[in-house]
Structure formats: C-alpha cells, structure tokens
C-alpha cells in the first residue's frame, strides 16, 4: 500500500524515468509468488495440460504427426476416455483417417491391461460422397491414407477391430454392441448424421459421444447432424471453445 501511494507521489513530481525502477520492484513483489506454484510451466494464463502435462506428454508427442487433431482437443478426448475405461464397454472411433487419435485410445485401453475392444471405422481411402448443400468437404478428401499403414501406427493387438468400408454399412453386425465412449471425427453431415442414429442408442449410461468438428466453419454439415439429431432429447450437447460437442448420456434411462 505504502508503496503504491510513494508511486503516485512521485508520478506526480518526477519524470517516467525516476518512477520505472518502483513500478518494476512492485511487479517483481507480485509476480514473485506464481514463480513458485507447482506446475508453473503448464500455466498459459490458465492451467494448460494439453500442452503436454504428465502422462499425457509422451502420449501427443507420439500421435501428433499421425492426426489432424490439436493439443486442445486431443487432452479432450484424453480425459473423456480415460473416465470411460471406467466403464466395461467397447471405444468406437469413426474417422481414423491416419491412426493420430486412435492410436491415443489404443495406448490408453493398453495402459489398463483390461482389454476394451476398439472398433475403428473408416474407409481408409478419403471421404465418400459429400453433400454440397451442407458440407464443404468433398470426396477424396483424406485419401492420403491406408488401412495398412493405419494398422502399422495404431497396432495389431487382438482387441483393436478395424473395418473399413462406408459408414454406416461397416456397422451391420455389431448391433450388440454396448459402447462407453465413441469420437465421432467424420466431418460430414451424412456420415455424422448415421453414426448418432446408430451409436447413441447403444451408448452405455455414464458414456460419452465426442463430435470432433462440431464447430469448424468447414464442416457446417456436423453442426447440423447433431443439432437435428438431439433436438427433443434430454441430452444437451456441450460445445467447447475447441470446436468440439460432447454428449454425457445419463443415468435416468
Ligand atoms: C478428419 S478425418 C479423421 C481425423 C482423425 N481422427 C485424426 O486423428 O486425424 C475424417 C475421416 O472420416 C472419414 N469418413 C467420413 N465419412 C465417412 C464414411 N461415411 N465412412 C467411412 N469413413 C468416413 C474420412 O475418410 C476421413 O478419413
């Protein structure tokens, strides 16, 4: 307090240049204390572990150059399925594209020892058809992939099932299926659309449905598919400032 009167006084009588060397002790004085929090590096203003916090660090530095998905939204995913393992349920993945976030789920479901089978679905060779009035994508998108080279990334172990092919056919067959948590990164209003129709019925209580794109100016055709397809429905999406929706489903039915 003292010291802050001492400044007006002097910014009164003295020129910037005698005044500075106060201003810089008082900064000094309470900047001082957040010098000595713990985990100071990780604060970007505010606590930031996507930036590769804890056990988290080693797993983006392996996905990243595999995936399209940011820091930010992967720590999302991370999070969300880390509570899921809690849950005795199959991890879906639609939109693999080259393996980035289904490899994050893979090493997760691996670090429990319990094997929680992973179904990822894509074509593994670009987008399908798109819709011009809804989406901006086109097909061929995302060609520059394959389902080898995917499996190469993202592993071989017997509880990760890869089915390639057009979304929603490579669905058939798993009817009884009972999920814990599905990332939705399909980027486009159909596919989107197919895939609430047929996961979120199977969706355990306490799971989750991450929609990567929600919020990206260039997949205006995700918005739509969740919007129309939980309108009516208890479960509100929770759209985050990454752009992504997450849909919790309840314990009430
Ligand atoms: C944005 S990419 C997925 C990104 C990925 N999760 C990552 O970590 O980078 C979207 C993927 O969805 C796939 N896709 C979209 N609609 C599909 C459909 N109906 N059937 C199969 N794959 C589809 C595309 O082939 C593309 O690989």
Known sequence: ??????????????PPIL????????????????????????YDGVFSPWQGYGEFGPILARM????????????????????????????YEAGVFRGGTALMLAE???????????HLFDTFAGM??????RDIHRAGDF??????????TVGADAFIHYHPGYVPDTFAGREADRI?????????????????????????????MVFDDYGFMSCPGARQAVDEFFAGRPEVPLVLPTGQAVVFRGFAG
Not at 66 to 83: D, F, G, I, K, N
């Open 108 to 118: 997760l479901i691996r670090s429990t020892g319990r094997a929680h089978p992973l």
């Open 19 to 42: 005044t500075e060397p106060v201003r810089r002790r008082r900064r000094a004085r309470n900047d001082r204390p957040y010098d000595d929090i713990p985990d100071r590096a990780f």
């Open 64 to 91: 990243r150059p595999h995936t399209r998905v940011s820091p930010e939204r992967a720590w999302v995913l991370y999070s969300l399925a880390r509570q899921a393992l809690a849950l005795d349920g199959a991890f």
């Open 128 to 133: 399908p058809q798109t819709d011009p009035g």
């Open 143 to 152: 060609a520059d992939t394959s389902l080898d080279g995917v499996r190469g």
């Open 180 to 208: 814990a948590f599905a990332h939705v990164d399909l980027d486009i209003y159909k596919s989107i659309r197919d895939s609430c129709e047929f996961i979120f019925p199977r969706l355990l209580p306490g799971g989750f």
């Open 1 to 14: 307090m003292r010291l802050k009167s001492l400044e007006r006084a002097l910014k009164l009588f003295l």
